[in-house]
Nanobody, 119 residues
């Protein structure tokens, strides 16, 4: 019933752009904070971008600051990650995560989408 489905990944050359989407269903989207993580082979999963509060505050990993932008469209139950000026080190599987707000102790993960930055 609960689903987070990522899309928009693929192969892109260095300096290019991609926009990832995460479509949510099966829960009340506006009750959850949203974030993006990524994991490269042999590396730990790391937080890339997140909404940190109900007021729309966002935060970013230093490695992507100024290049990536997280946004959400509550009417479409979708969170986005706009990725510009991509670098080879951005290559990873990107995951969407939903975390309950207002004391709601619940979280969900998407299945991930592959992003490969290569010449």
């Amino acid at each position: 019933q609960v689903q987070l489905v990522e899309s928009g990944g693929g192969l892109v050359q260095p300096g290019g752009s991609l926009r990832l989407s995460c479509a949510a269903s099966g829960f009340t989207f506006s009750w959850y904070g949203m974030s993006w993580y990524r994991q490269a082979p042999g590396k730990e999963r790391e937080l890339v971008a997140a909404f940190t509060g109900v007021g729309g505050t966002t935060s970013y990993a230093d490695s992507v600051k100024g290049r990536f932008t997280i946004s959400r469209d509550n009417a479409k139950n979708t969170v986005y990650l706009q990725m510009n000026s991509l670098k080879p080190e951005d290559t990873a599987v990107y995951y969407c995560k939903a975390v309950g707000l207002f004391g709601l102790a619940r979280s969900y993960w998407g299945q991930g989408t592959q992003v490969t930055v290569s010449s």
